[in-house]
């Protein structure tokens, strides 16, 4: 079961984007884990200006592998260390300085030269992390139904996938979530977090 910080209560209006799929198939609530994200919003107005809170959903893929005894495999955790030391990445002090009392503490872009909005974004893994060669019909339901959960406390949404059959999650998803207010990105990489060029940071 997923756990990431945002109100359990569920998007009424996002329903009815779902259509059919939303009867059709049940699922289980995700439950806060941390204080809520809009706890911090009137905080961070007055002190750092406002901030644009993203979720980014890590399904799996090449972009989070290891390599473990000479093959690359995925593995828990491993892209969400090595994000948060990573400056193109993670503001550390922003982080430290305005979440420090967060359970589940979210990642920061540095600060851009023209605007005084902070992008602060938050690392949902998926466990088990996905083969995305083996993504079936019900693996795209359940980001569509993370998405809905979470659908009124962030501004968008970013999809980490394999590359394999990204087209494909890509195309259900543009069904599933037509007409939605909020922009869904899907991306991946072909070269794992640690490579020399890495296609991630881009």
């Not at 200006?49 to 090449?62: K, S």
């Not at 892209?79 to 503001?91: H, Y």
């Not at 359970?103 to 540095?110: A, I, V």
């Not at 974004?121 to 693996?139: A, G, I, R, T």
């Amino acid at each position: 079961m997923l756990s990431y910080p945002i109100n359990e209560q569920k998007s009424t209006n996002f329903k009815k984007h779902l259509g059919r799929y939303y009867v059709l198939y049940s699922y289980c609530s995700v439950q806060a884990c941390s204080t809520a994200v809009h706890h911090y919003r009137s905080i961070m107005s007055t002190i750092h200006g406002e901030e644009a809170r993203v979720l980014v959903l890590y399904t799996g893929g090449t972009i989070g592998m290891k390599c473990i005894d000479g093959v690359y495999r995925p593995e828990a955790n491993y892209l969400l260390r090595a994000m948060r030391n990573m400056p193109l990445l993670n503001d550390c002090d922003y982080v430290s300085t305005n979440y420090a009392d967060a359970k589940t503490k979210p990642y920061c872009l540095p600060s851009l030269q023209h605007s005084k909005k902070r992008l602060v974004y938050w690392v949902v893994e998926y466990d088990p992390l996905l083969d995305s060669s083996d993504m079936s019909f019900d693996d795209w339901i359940k980001i569509g139904k993370d998405i809905q959960e979470a659908y009124d406390q962030y501004v968008g949404f970013v999809i980490l996938h394999g590359t394999d059959t990204l087209a494909y999650t890509a195309c259900a998803l543009s069904f599933m979530l037509e007409n939605v207010g909020k922009p869904v990105v899907i991306t991946g990489a072909q070269v794992r977090q640690s490579s020399i060029n890495f296609s991630m940071i881009q």
